[in-house]
């Protein structure tokens, strides 16, 4: 399984990114794409996962709204499109997946299994 992030790069408070992940390797549908963050001197968390066999997608409560995870079918490629960005969101954001989904119920919450390496996005004026 190969996972490659891109899309990161310098944005203005309040403005917009997408990030892509580029996803390859999978011998089923049954797996979910996580996207990550970390920021200097903090411990990683979730953003956002998609479950990529049916498509629904998971949220931590303090991102809801602000962040959106999508993929397209065709590519396996997923997004992350970020919204009214704050400094607060300076990390290197990455992509993972889990497979297979050990919880249907809560992807990605169980640990991944692959990931891939980060892209930079840093929020500031």
């Known amino acids: 399984v190969q996972l490659q992030a891109s899309g990161g790069g310098l944005v203005q408070p309040g403005g917009s990114r997408r990030l892509s992940c580029a996803a390859s390797?999978?011998?089923?549908?049954?797996?979910?794409i996580g996207w990550f963050r970390q920021a200097p001197g903090k411990e990683r968390e979730e953003v956002a996962c998609i479950n990529m066999r049916d498509g629904s997608t998971y949220y931590p409560d303090s991102l809801k709204g602000r962040f959106i995870i999508s993929r397209e079918d065709s590519s396996k490629t997923v997004y992350l499109q970020m919204s009214s960005l704050r400094p607060e969101d300076t990390a290197d954001y990455y992509c993972a997946a889990e497979e297979p989904i050990k919880s249907t119920d809560l992807p990605c919450y169980y640990g991944m299994d692959y990931w891939g390496k980060g892209t930079l996005v840093t929020v500031s004026s």
């Open positions: 390797g999978f011998i089923s549908d049954e797996y979910a």
